[in-house]
């Protein structure tokens, strides 16, 4: 009796699972894929032109174009960039464009608008500098555009910055443009005009955010020093093509005569001194501190962009690295700053010091 339970069990749950199949499987059908539909460029016998894409619906408002007949939403006229604001830059404009330009423009633009953000201390190349003549005159519309569908390697920010506050942000552009190139008669009569100095003491800035732009030099690095060859004391006779030098009395009378014990023509350059291990590893410290967030902590980079230090010393040598560091290569695909704020003499002699060992 139990055997044959077991079998009536057994054949209880063949039967569930068969009936749960044929449920799921009814939904496989493809009646979406099968469904009366047309497809592009296709004729039809429905309607009497024979074609099946059909105008659109009358007032039918394609999705993003809702407002391209209105200035506030593009910034342009008769498909232009414009110059003017739709609604007065007051002093709550200008002061919602700094809170939104601090917030999205700075890490590439810098608080200043001089292009040298913090993405530049990263490995990337200079920002859009708003105070060049190029874009000191350019229209207000410039901004708005850039800001709604990007220019270049900047991406879109329509999707982060409402209309209004892209507006608000290019007033705000203007007006620290107007700070750096202002005259003394574009200041109202009776306004206190602060220096920057107290300006940065008051708001907690370091001394140096009053002081000269770190903006690397777009000409490129210097060309490196020659060393010239030590003259002698004796003046050098001018002497005519063809003609041997004449020979006084007095120099024959002083000059030595040559053996073969004398010294050789070059002498032998004393070997460089080996770097102390505390020289390493301090330079070590300073190259994982400023130099492995682009060239990587083993020193391999990121070929092609970012090149590889290993073996650096022995190729280009501790002068040329010296120069890289101090003045940057501000004309390469990516461009390196220049880290001469930041390292001392002695920092980079240790950071040479470890990149020359294994």
Known sequence: MQGASFKVQGARLILSATLASVAVLTGCRQDMHDQPKMFPQRSTTIFADGRSARPQVTNTVARGQLHEDSYFYTGLVDGKEADGMPFPATLDVLKRGQERFNVYCTPCHSRVGNGAGEIVE?????????????????????????????????????AQITPADRWAIASYIRALQLSQNAKASDVPAGVEVKPLLKLAEEQGMPVGFAGDWSVPN??????????KPVESATPTPTTTPGVAPATSENQKATTPAVTKEAAPATAKTAAPAKPKPEDIAAGKATYMANCSVCHQAARTGLPPNIPSLVGIVGRVGPDRIRQVVTQGIPTGKIQMPSFSSKLSSSDIDHLIAYLGSE
């Open 122 to 158: 990263r490995g990337y190349r200079l920002a859009g500098n708003f105070h060049t003549e190029r874009l000191r005159s350019a229209p207000l519309g410039h901004f708005f555009s850039v800001m709604t569908n990007g220019y270049g390697a900047m991406p879109d920010y329509s």
């Open 218 to 227: 777009t000409t490129g690095p210097a060309a490196p020093e020659v060393a």
